[in-house]
């Protein structure tokens, strides 16, 4: 398998919970180099742009609202399978349906207040990264 890439994000609930540094590693020890990386904030246009997929469903509002509520964590991830293996490490996006150990199991608070962010394909990966991240913020 092909080394790749995929983007996450450590959402405001996570970041107040004070749960990064326990996040990065459990990332970390799980293979997953981090090639690019900044702690910042979204204005509310910005994350209605990033979740733009979901434009019209029940939830954008509160999910809009949300992600620009506090500062996150974003980054760019290296691994064989990176995608796949990273949806997998997070977990089920409601987390009363995580399996045991995900990060959304050990701290996600509800379905909309879930922690993390993972890219969902190959392609959704590489336009978030670039959605966050200029060619020379990433040192492979
Ligand atoms: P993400 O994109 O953030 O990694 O999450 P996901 O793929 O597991 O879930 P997705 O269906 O893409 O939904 C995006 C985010 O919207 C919020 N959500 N709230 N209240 C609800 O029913 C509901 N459903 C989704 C969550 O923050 C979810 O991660
Ligand atoms: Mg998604």
Redesign the pocket.
Known sequence: MATNRTFT?I?PDAVKNGHIGAILEQINGAGFRIVAMKYTQLSAEKAGEF?A??KG???YD??VT??SSGPIVAAILEKENAVSDF?TL?G??NPAEAAEGTIRSKYAT?????A?????SDENAAIEGSFHFAGTDIFA
Do not use: C, Q
């Open positions: 994000m959402k979740y997929v979901h469903r029940p939830f509160e999910l949300f992600m949806r997070i089920a996006t509800s379905i909309g207040e879930n993390v962010h993972g890219s969902d």
